[in-house]
Nanobody, 124 residues
Framework: QVQLVESGGGLVQAGGSLRLSCTFA????????MGWFRQAPGKEREFVAA????????NYADSVKGRFTVFRDDDKKTVALQMKSLKEADTAVYYC?????????????????WGQGTQVTVSS
């Protein structure tokens, strides 16, 4: 059974940076595309970023393009989300997800496994 554990969340001032990390266990990491999602209070969960198997393709929501970068390290079985120029609107619980899919795709929904989430709060 695949398990995902996020870390790195916290409180940061607007304009600041934060790096989230997600560790993967219980499966073959290289088979999975990895994604990040977030859910703000009172809102639906939304796609943030994804990286394909092998890391050659990345995809971002328009709201975070140019500010967030997703990385994966297949040797360490981790995926990270580097966030900069943070805004209050980025405040949410951030979730890591894994999707057993073909190479070269970066799904925006339909992931197979999810982490428990980590809180990111951006203050003014």
């Amino acid at each position: 059974q695949v398990q995902l554990v996020e870390s790195g969340g916290g409180l940061v001032q607007a304009g600041g940076s934060l790096r989230l990390s997600c560790t993967f266990a219980g499966g073959t990491f290289g088979r999975y595309a990895m994604g990040w999602f977030r859910q703000a209070p009172g809102k639906e969960r939304e796609f943030v970023a994804a990286v394909s198997r092998g890391g050659r393709v990345r995809n971002y929501a328009d709201s975070v393009k140019g500010r967030f970068t997703v990385f994966r390290d297949d040797d360490k079985k981790t995926v990270a989300l580097q966030m900069k120029s943070l805004k209050e609107a980025d405040t949410a619980v951030y979730y890591c997800a894994a999707d057993d899919t073909i190479s070269g795709v970066t799904p925006t929904r339909g992931y197979d496994y999810w982490g428990q989430g980590t809180q990111v709060t951006v203050s003014s």
